[in-house]
């Protein structure tokens, strides 16, 4: 990343930015280190998961009210230190309303599970950081149907319909409704991102608004090579796919995303730190 940097002082995205693609993604490869990786797994707490049908799941500081609104409080060191700093040298979240990230979804996902093509809405500034760890997976991005209802946590998920609390557990415990029959997105240019374990996906504006974001519930990702993959040239090891044949065999992925909350209420702060404080 350091000798990247140094390529483009102005806007130290730029590099990063990921081609062929709705404006804009970025990845960035080895945003952490091994060491880093293996401390923040190792400190992700065993009680908070919320197991659901193809992922578990758990939201930092805290899942957010019914009316999308977070409760203040910090983010837990471990998911705050050193990923947040970097991002500030990379000015992520310079626009948005709190310059900072302020709410970490975590997921887990076992070799075979995914999660269902959706968007992430608008509890968030159109900005999320998506730190992967342990190990690869492919995201795959593609348009919303045109004329459509929104759906903010929508899709298919595998063979398997959306159920009510699948959908609140991603964005908000208050989530839109869903259509009583589901429909798959009518897949216009479906296009894949391969996330490498310690990197870095960045997606913002547009490809925050106007595309769904899925992974597949599969053992493999195959068929991996620069024409299938939109990041292929950015990727930290494209030679490990390369030598297996274009396969990547799934392992256990943490992927931590990194948001901020637009409504934040300090409300909490009356409830649980005492009296007087404002
Ligand atoms: O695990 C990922 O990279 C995607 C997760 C996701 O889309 C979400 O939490 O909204
Ligand atoms: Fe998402």
Redesign the pocket.
Known sequence: MEERDQADTADPLQQFRIPHLPSNFYYIPNFVTAEEEASILQKIPSRRWVTLSH?R?QAHPSTLTKNNTLLAAPLPTYLANPVVDRFKTLGIFLDTPHQEPNHV?I?E?RAGEG?MP?E?GSAYARV?A?V?LGAS?C?EVCEKVDGGEERE?GGMDGDEAPRADQSTE??SSNPPPLSPVPQPPKHALPTRIL?EPRSL?ITMGPAYTELL???APVAVDENLNQDTVANWALLGEAGGFEKNGGRNVRGT?V?L?YRDVLRVSKAAGKVFGGLGRR
Do not use: A, E, F
Request: glycine letters at 4%; a positive charge.
């Open positions: 992922r799941l979804l997921n996902y999660i959706h992430d999320v998506t992967s997976v995201l946590v991603v964005l996330q996906l974001h899925g992974i992925r992927s995303t």
